[in-house]
């Protein structure tokens, strides 16, 4: 399939340990926040959001902190697996002449045995 | 979630010629979206393409390049028109019932133009 991630950093880490992925967002009007995950040959899969009335919010394996004030949010994934790898984005909604979703540039998430 | 269904699936075309994309939503939803992802890269917004109103347009992205339809809030097609080989990339829609809620999305388009 096509290769996603080929020129995005890369993090790597060991599988079972937990993964770290930030992502700095542009538009400090932003109401709403969502993280995605891609894999090759594939659509982005909604994982996570977060509004920006809250600091963080925890899923499944995966959690959301948001920092407002220097514009940041952060991924942390638990006990991280072979089946995380992939590329992800985080993406904001806001509004100027409408409502767009924008999306930052993406960390590729590598997970050895 | 919404189920979303994007044609085709992959293309291969002639420099010159246009191509329609299809994008049809198993429910009703008020925001679509049009995407391009060049490989290795993060995704672009085209434009957003909200029932019974014009598509509003990114930066860079114009109408006669990028005709966008929004007949009904199931369904939205992006035509590629007079394709270069710099239009090669993968198309991809994407819904949201409501602003600032869940966006979901297709499996996108691969276009090769030759």
């Known amino acids: 399939g096509e290769s996603v991630g080929l020129h995005l950093p890369t993090l790597s880490v060991q599988e079972g340990d937990n993964s770290i992925i930030n992502c700095a967002y542009s538009?400090?009007?932003?109401?709403?926040f969502i993280w995605y995950k891609q894999e090759s040959g594939k659509g982005p899969q909604f994982i996570i959001d977060?509004?920006?009335?809250?600091d963080k919010r925890q899923g499944q394996r995966v959690t959301v902190l948001l920092n407002k004030t220097v514009k940041h949010l952060s991924l942390q994934i638990a006990a991280t697996q072979p089946g995380d790898s992939a590329v992800y984005f985080c993406a904001e909604f806001w509004m100027d002449s409408s409502y767009k979703l924008i999306f930052g540039s993406g960390t590729r998430l590598l997970v050895r045995p | 979630s919404a189920v979303i269904s994007q044609k085709p699936s992959r293309d291969i075309c002639q420099r010159g010629t246009s191509l329609t994309i299809q994008c049809q939503v198993d429910?009703?939803?008020?925001?679509m979206f049009w995407y391009r992802q060049q490989p290795g890269q993060s995704l672009t917004l085209i434009a957003t393409a909200n029932q019974g109103s014009e598509a509003t347009y990114e930066s860079g992205f114009v109408i006669d390049k990028f005709p966008i339809s929004r007949p009904n809030l199931t369904f939205s097609t992006l035509t590629v028109s007079n394709m270069s080989p710099e239009d090669s990339s993968i198309y991809l829609c994407s819904v949201s019932r409501q602003p600032n809620t869940e966006a979901f999305f297709g499996q996108g388009t691969r276009l090769t133009v030759v």
């Open positions: 977060i509004r920006s009335n809250m």
């Open positions: 429910s009703q939803v008020t925001m």
């Open positions: 538009n400090s009007a932003s109401d709403y």
